[in-house]
């Protein structure tokens, strides 16, 4: 268990959800409940899943188990003791996904201290946890009336971030295409996306690659290029179970809207199906 909850950072870096998955599933439910790693394993399943209800959940167990941990480091005698070496990372992966529930309630400024404080703790070779706390900093920045700092703040990140492409600097250009998204600047937003896509691909983020697809796709469809709109849907539709739960529900809803939008009734139910089966 210990071994496998070490690893847990190295799969994330390189987006391997499914890894995760498959490793935390070999181990019975009492023995998950009772090691802290573990149960933050589970946390970032349910955060892969858009399973708000199950991460905050594991977050309360998370709590419990934190406690125990500083215990564990007030009482070590080594300083190599594994709770003494990681508490401060396990701390930042529990506050950042605090943050993301809080997120999806709408509690913004929640988010925001959680994120920067999650920025203090995570160190950057935590590069998925790391690059994932400068998201949803931007991201609630913008959901509460700071757009132009919040797109300044990742893009001047960004700019300082080397070498490229890595997580991190992915993880940047995302935060920046969704802000410049959602505050209606889409020329913009796709421009970042397609540098997204061009990074994600080659540092092989499956995840973010999906995300890259998912913007483009919604201001293809935007613009009525259809075309290029049904081609990066269909990306997402082709890795459903790759990509994040989100970047898939949106790849059906796009498949769907651009048959719709040429009139495609027997493609609409073929898709109709393909999503309920997913």
């Not at 690659?209 to 469809?221: F, N, P, Q, S």
Request: proline share 3%; net charge negative.
């Amino acid at each position: 268990a210990y071994f496998v909850a070490r690893q847990l950072n190295t799969l994330l870096n390189r987006e391997d959800r499914r890894t995760v998955e498959r490793w935390l599933s070999i181990f019975p439910a009492e023995e998950i409940g009772r090691r802290p790693t573990l149960l933050l394993m589970g946390a970032w399943i349910c955060f892969f899943n858009l399973d708000i209800a199950g991460l905050a959940q594991n977050l309360a167990a998370l709590s419990a188990a934190a406690a125990t941990l500083q215990q564990m480091q007030a009482g070590a005698a080594a300083a190599s003791s594994p709770a003494r070496d990681w508490l401060p990372e396990f701390e930042g992966h529990r506050i950042l996904l605090g943050g993301v529930v809080s997120y999806f309630g709408g509690q913004l400024e929640a988010t925001i201290a959680a994120a920067q404080q999650a920025l203090t703790l995570v160190p950057r070779t935590s590069a998925f946890v790391y690059g994932s706390a400068w998201f949803y900093l931007a991201s609630a920045m913008q959901m509460v009336g700071q757009s132009d700092e919040a797109e300044e703040l990742s893009l001047e990140a960004y700019r300082r971030e080397q070498p490229k492409p890595t997580q991190i600097s992915a993880r940047l250009l995302f935060a920046a295409a969704t802000v410049q998204l959602f505050s209606g600047h889409l020329g913009a937003a796709y421009e970042s996306s397609a540098l997204l896509l061009r990074e994600s691909r080659a540092a092989r983020l499956v995840l973010l690659e999906g995300w890259a697809h998912d913007t483009l796709g919604r201001i293809d469809y935007e613009r009525n290029d259809l075309d290029a709109a049904e081609a990066h849907f269909a990306a997402l539709r082709e890795r459903c179970y790759a990509v994040h739960r989100g970047c898939a529900y949106d790849g059906f809803a796009g498949s769907l809207l651009v048959a719709a939008a040429r009139g495609r009734s027997s493609a609409v139910a073929q898709i109709s199906d393909e999503w309920r089966s997913f």
